[in-house]
């Protein structure tokens, strides 16, 4: 499935001879100028072929004596050819070699770095909702891994068409820059940030004035998932099923191949429908192939929903920490109006009691409280005004990017499912095909 994006962007055309090459350095700097400069004025798949294209196992060594093993991808970025002419380095891309846990990471900064974008997902670690036959599986087999590079490869292309994750400089130096990465990466303190988010999401807090618009939003999120998840457990079963009968027809072909060696009038037609017996038998490899790659296409919007819902939670703890602020300016404000007699005091005070044990503050101390009030009043506010700034920014961003995630899912889902009917109907086609083949042969006998 092509990845889709439905933001049209107004084209943008480079020569060639703009690009300096001198050395590889200067490639490689010429490469990410490039790409920098593309992804702020156009759609940067359109001018920029970005591939997962091969994976390799390696082997290191590890703590406490153990190896490490683990699988790398090799990222290939080159320079489209335009309007037929080929670029000087598009016969030069660049390639480096990455693992899943730095696919991870690059994921992660972005999801903090860009608190409303439904960020894409990557493709699963462990293999899920799987049909029998695929169920002792292990992380290295070869099928498994292929598909991982495919959904890599999507994730890749789906941040590259994406108008902000697109321009973002680490991601471009995460395709095209091997060394130092990983800190640089690591420098920004996403790491620290997301920590921080991470409570605040496990906090079990109510909050007082939710947004009905993502608390919609929030329950869609947990429908979609379900409703795929459905699908997918619906198709797995179908795909055992059917696997099963299509294997169980080679009885068929053993029997007829047996019986047609005691057969004199009947054994030609009875061997030759044993043939096509066995032949129904083994396509359904192919077929279950095929179907695996739609399925693991259609589990991808389970983790977009679920990137959705994050979204939803990121909001919520934006309005938490302004409602906090509001709480606490309300506070100071009555501290100070209660020392001001503008307010009733508590009658069990702390400061009620002091004064009857102690007698009644002095007027510098007194003062100097209210000095220290009006400065936290006036934090306060700032804290107010600049979470209100920030919630409704993101707000805005956030119900923008839905709505762009919204045509997408539309256009993706519409184009996977056609595929797995299109899909059937070839499946059918095939079954008729052989069993009109086998009719044929017992109509000779």
Same mark, same amino acid.
């Given at each position: 499935?092509?990845?889709?994006?439905?933001?049209?962007?107004?084209?943008?055309?480079?020569?060639?001879?703009?690009?300096?090459?001198?050395?590889?350095?200067?490639?490689?700097?010429?490469?990410?100028?490039?790409?920098?400069?593309?992804?702020?004025?156009?759609?940067?798949?359109?001018?920029?072929?970005?591939?997962?294209?091969?994976?390799?196992?390696?082997?290191?060594?590890?703590?406490?004596?153990?190896?490490?093993?683990?699988?790398?991808?090799?990222?290939?970025?080159?320079?489209?050819?335009?309007?037929?002419?080929?670029?000087?380095?598009?016969?030069?891309?660049?390639?480096?070699?990455?693992?899943?846990?730095?696919?991870?990471?690059?994921?992660?900064?972005?999801?903090?770095?860009?608190?409303?974008?439904?960020?894409?997902?990557?493709?699963?670690?462990?293999?899920?909702?799987?049909?029998?036959?695929?169920?002792?599986?292990?992380?290295?087999?070869?099928?498994?891994?292929?598909?991982?590079?495919?959904?890599?490869?999507?994730?890749?292309?789906?941040?590259?068409?994406?108008?902000?994750?697109?321009?973002?400089?680490?991601?471009?130096?995460?395709?095209?820059?091997?060394?130092?990465?990983?800190?640089?990466?690591?420098?920004?303190?996403?790491?620290?940030?997301?920590?921080?988010?991470?409570?605040?999401?496990?906090?079990?807090?109510?909050?007082?004035?939710?947004?009905?618009?993502?608390?919609?939003? =929030? @329950?869609?999120?947990? !429908?979609?998932?379900?409703?795929?998840? #459905?699908? &997918? *457990?619906?198709?797995?079963?179908?795909?055992?099923?059917?696997?099963?009968?299509?294997?169980?027809?080679?009885?068929?072909?053993?029997?007829?191949?047996?019986?047609?060696?005691?057969?004199?009038e009947m054994g030609d037609g009875l061997q030759s429908?044993?043939?096509?017996?066995?032949?129904?038998?083994?396509?359904?490899?192919?077929?279950?192939?095929?179907?695996?790659?739609?399925?693991?296409?259609?589990?991808?919007?389970?983790?977009?929903?679920?990137?959705?819902?994050?979204?939803?939670?990121?909001?919520?703890?934006?309005?938490?920490?302004?409602?906090?602020?509001?709480?606490?300016?309300?506070?100071k404000k009555l501290a100070r109006d209660q020392m001001?007699?503008?307010?009733?005091?508590?009658?069990?005070?702390?400061?009620?009691?002091?004064? =009857? @044990?102690?007698?009644? !503050?002095?007027?510098?101390?007194?003062? #100097?409280? &209210? *000095?220290?009030?009006?400065?936290?009043?006036?934090?306060?506010?700032?804290?107010?005004?600049?979470?209100?700034?920030?919630?409704?920014?993101?707000?805005?961003?956030?119900?923008?990017?839905?709505?762009?995630?919204?045509?997408?899912?539309?256009?993706?889902?519409?184009?996977?499912?056609?595929?797995?009917?299109?899909?059937?109907?070839?499946?059918?086609?095939?079954?008729?095909?052989?069993?009109?083949?086998?009719?044929?042969?017992?109509?000779?006998?």
């Amino acid at each position: 499935m092509a990845v889709s994006s439905p933001d049209e962007s107004d084209s943008l055309r480079y020569d060639s001879d703009d690009i300096p090459a001198s050395g590889e350095n200067s490639r490689i700097d010429s490469l990410s100028d490039y790409v920098r400069d593309v992804s702020k004025k156009a759609k940067l798949p359109d001018h920029v072929e970005i591939l997962v294209t091969e994976h390799e196992k390696r082997t290191e060594a590890g703590s406490m004596g153990m190896k490490d093993v683990f699988t790398v991808y090799l990222i290939d970025v080159r320079i489209r050819e335009e309007n037929g002419k080929k670029n000087q380095m598009a016969g030069n891309p660049s390639s480096l070699w990455r693992r899943y846990s730095e696919f991870e990471m690059l994921r992660n900064y972005l999801v903090v770095t860009f608190p409303y974008v439904i960020v894409p997902p990557l493709p699963e670690k462990r293999m899920t909702i799987m049909w029998q036959q695929m169920s002792t599986v292990d992380h290295f087999d070869a099928d498994f891994i292929e598909r991982r590079r495919v959904g890599l490869e999507t994730f890749l292309q789906r941040v590259a068409s994406h108008r902000e994750l697109s321009q973002d400089s680490l991601f471009h130096t995460f395709m095209l820059q091997d060394e130092n990465w990983r800190q640089m990466i690591l420098n920004t303190g996403f790491q620290t940030k997301q920590d921080s988010r991470i409570k605040n999401i496990n906090a079990s807090f109510r909050l007082k004035k939710p947004d009905r618009r993502f608390e919609g939003l =929030k @329950i869609y999120s947990q !429908e979609l998932r379900n409703n795929i998840s #459905a699908i &997918l *457990k619906t198709r797995a079963k179908l795909a055992g099923t059917l696997y099963g009968i299509h294997k169980i027809h080679g009885n068929y072909g053993r029997v007829f191949s047996e019986w047609s060696g005691i057969e004199k009038e009947m054994g030609d037609g009875l061997q030759s429908a044993g043939h096509f017996m066995d032949a129904y038998k083994d396509y359904i490899d192919d077929f279950m192939n095929e179907e695996e790659q739609i399925s693991d296409q259609l589990k991808e919007y389970i983790y977009f929903a679920d990137a959705l819902k994050a979204v939803c939670r990121k909001q919520e703890v934006m309005q938490y920490e302004l409602e906090r602020s509001e709480d606490l300016l309300s506070s100071k404000k009555l501290a100070r109006d209660q020392m001001l007699g503008k307010a009733p005091s508590k009658t069990l005070s702390l400061m009620s009691m002091r004064s =009857k @044990i102690f007698g009644p !503050e002095k007027q510098d101390v007194r003062d #100097a409280r &209210l *000095k220290q009030l009006e400065d936290q009043i006036e934090e306060a506010e700032e804290a107010v005004s600049r979470n209100e700034r920030q919630i409704m920014s993101s707000m805005d961003q956030a119900l923008g990017e839905v709505e762009r995630f919204k045509k997408q899912k539309g256009a993706d889902l519409k184009e996977l499912f056609i595929s797995y009917a299109v899909l059937q109907i070839k499946m059918a086609k095939r079954g008729i095909t052989l069993w009109t083949n086998t009719k044929e042969c017992f109509e000779k006998m």
